[in-house]
């Protein structure tokens, strides 16, 4: 008997019994029999590990990293994925990873991961980096220097040793940047200050990104600038790649060409 067919069969003792007895008192195994059989390793009318339009949606041409849920299982050596499309899961080693540092942020069951295949070796994982980590709202700070004057040929206008109180209270204050991960893609700039205001006062900040578009690429973050046209549609204008070097559940720490920039995560 097949596993999925014998589980249909107690679904309908289960239902019988619905009718005869309280149904307070089975509803709930009724659930959880439905849930174990749509869980890890309960796929039986799949055959291979393609991975389908769920997946599509979140891969870029040219994008080989593999997505999928954590299945329990998973230890700091071994990582058990279920394919986005259902599935067999697929088992990887991580212990090389975690030894380069390179498996950011600990899977729990359910969570959706990424992961970077090892080229000689698909059972290997060289990369692994958790979604569901990585979304959320991050901020870092940053500080204002004084603007410079109009003819000053100087890259960054010199900053008085001394300045009054009233005016470090007034112009000298940090602001939060940061931006909003959001599923499906999406990206959300927080802090960015309005141009009219930014052109105002002795002091300026330093211009944030306006990312809108964030993808995965075989473990390399893409963030991408977008512009609408006047039929409302989105064009990208500019994209940035980064790398990952600090995933926890407070900080980020991306490390872009020229740069590397910290986060922490915001719970406001």
Known sequence: MHLRSFFFDILTIFAAQMIQNDMNRTITPLLTLT???????????????????NDEELRLSGDSTFYGLACEGCTDSLIILMPLDGSDPDTFNIFNAQMARKVFGRPTIGDQMAVVRNGEDSTVADLVINIDRLEGEWRYQVEPRLRRRIGDTAAVAPQPVHLPDSFVRRWLQPKEYGYDIRRDN?????????EAEAKKG??????????????????????????????GQATVVGTDTADITLLRRDSLVLRFKDSEQGFYRNRK
């Not at 849930?35 to 339009?53: K, R, Y």
């Not at 993808?215 to 973050?221: F, L």
């Open 35 to 53: 849930l174990f059989i749509s869980a890890c390793g309960s796929n039986e009318h799949s055959t291979d590990n393609s991975q389908t339009v």
């Open 186 to 194: 999406v990206v959300r700039p927080v802090g960015a200050i309005p």
């Open 202 to 231: 002795p002091v300026e900040y330093p211009q944030l990104k306006r990312y809108r578009q964030w993808h995965i690429m075989n473990g390399h973050i893409l963030l991408s600038e977008t512009r609408r046209d006047t039929t």
